[in-house]
Every structure is written in C-alpha cells, then in structure tokens.
C-alpha cells in the first residue's frame, strides 16, 4: 500500500481544498518544490500532483511550478541511489501535445480526468499513444462521475466507465469520493473495494484520508487491488505521520503476502 503525498497547485502555490472548492483554498506552502523534498524525506515512493489552476481553465498553468518539483525529486533520487520516484500530475490535460510534453519532462504518469469523461476518443488515443502512463482519474458523489473540477455531475456510474477505460488500456485508476475529499471524515472503503472488484486494473483510493486507521482499513482490503491512497489534508495537518504510516502500511501488507 502506497501513501502518496499531493501536492495540489494554484497560483504556484502548495495548497488544500475542501471538496474542490477554490474559494476554499489553504496554502501550506509558497514553494512547492521544498514542500515536495520534504515528503520525500519523510518516505514518499510517489508524488501525487494536481494543477488546480489548469483543471478549470482546462490548459496547463502552472508548469514552472511543475518543473521546479521535478528538478528536485530527480536531484534527490540521483543523490540516494534510487532508479526513479514516480510523479503524477493531473490538472488541464486535455491534448496529446500536452501529455508528451510532460512526459517528456519527466512526469511518469498523467491522470486524465474531466477529459476522459467528456471525449473518451482522446482517452482512447492517449493510451494508445502512450502506453503504460495514463492514469484516470474518476471522482464521484453517490456514485455518480463528476467533471470541470467537480462543478458539474455527469450521469455516468463510476463501474461503468471504469470498466469502459480498462478496455482502453489505463494504466490505473484514481477513485475520489468528492463528498469526503479535504474534509478528512475517513475514506469510503465500501466504494473503493466495490470499484476494485469491478476491474482488474489497480485503484487508487482518495478522498478523506484521516488517519492511521484509516491506513490500516484500506491495508486490509489491499488484496482486492487497492494499491495505495492519496494523502492530502491529513499530512499537511498533522494527523497522519507519512513516515509512520508508510511503514505501517508496509509492516500490514508484507505480513499478508507472508
């Protein structure tokens, strides 16, 4: 079980949404790059982040920011022996150009998200084109898929589509419950282990993260093809320890492989 640590940009700025509301916007950070050293020392195998600013405006718009963490988890994985630490980046990708730009500058996966949705023609051809990196994100109230930075719903169901862009070839799926996201109420385990069952690819659990225990729960259920959780409000604020709860983690899913 993986905890990955979400660097959520605006303004170029670290910051925490409640329910992807942008009024609701707390900075944690003005440098972004020093946020991200810093979840990597505390243990971080992957970075989760999100361009805020770029998923309303539906193009990219914080890129420096976006090169500036780069530079800095490539400097650190060179400097600790480590082959590579994956960075996810979702946010305003809406373009083939877009996604090989980022790619190219050392992104290894990209979350499509609003896209997916509304033209799965372009899903279809980026994971054609870029086999093994494309990631859809799939955030959902009761169920129900949303779009456009989570103001409008659509009146697709989460299995369905899931189901729709495994045929594609995604790589893997971000399922966030929007209704717990930023509010730190616990994750939805009963949706998430329901959506993982449905598909054989793996899921990614977000929304909610509030605890250890809430990392233990999701540690039981990782067989089902839960493969980590996005950390957000819950590292920023204090009430998870990434290094703490990434060892926990650790100690639960080795001893079920044993």
């Known amino acids: 079980m993986l905890l990955i640590p979400a660097i959520d940009l ?3 700025h670290c910051v925490r949404l409640k329910q992807g509301d942008m009024e609701l916007a707390t900075v944690f950070s003005e440098d972004p790059a020093e946020m991200a050293l810093h979840w990597l020392k505390q243990g971080a195998r ?26 800095v988890v490539q400097a650190f994985a060179l400097e600790n022996g480590i082959d590579e630490i994956p960075v996810q980046l979702g946010g305003g990708v809406r373009d083939l150009d877009t996604i090989e730009r980022y790619l190219d500058d050392g992104i290894s996966y990209i979350i499509v998200g609003t896209a997916a949705v509304k033209n799965p023609g372009f899903l279809h051809d980026a994971c054609g084109a870029f086999p ?10 009761d169920g129900k898929v949303a779009t456009d930075g989570w103001s409008k719903m659509s009146g697709h169901e989460v299995i369905d589509l899931a189901q729709k862009f495994e045929a594609y070839g995604v790589e893997s799926i971000i399922y966030t419950d929007i209704g717990r996201d930023g509010m730190m109420g616990g994750v939805n385990i009963d949706a ?14 977000s ?15 990782a067989d089902e093809g ?5 950390c957000g409000r819950s590292i920023y604020e204090g009430t998870i320890n990434l290094r703490e709860a990434q060892e926990r983690a650790d100690e639960l899913t080795e001893s079920d492989l044993a």
């Open 207 to 221: 929304g909610g993260l509030h605890n250890l225990a809430d990392v233990e729960a999701l540690c039981k259920v």
């Open 192 to 205: 998430t282990v329901k959506l993982a069952q449905a598909v054989r690819i793996p899921i990614i659990a």
């Open 46 to 71: 992957r970075l989760h982040l999100v361009d805020l600013n770029g998923a309303f405006a539906g193009k990219p718009k914080n890129e420096p920011a976006v090169k500036s963490i780069l530079k």
């Open 132 to 141: 093994g990196h494309i990631i859809v994100g799939l955030d959902a109230r």
């Open 226 to 230: 839960i493969e980590g959780v996005i």
């Open 10 to 12: 605006k303004d170029g």
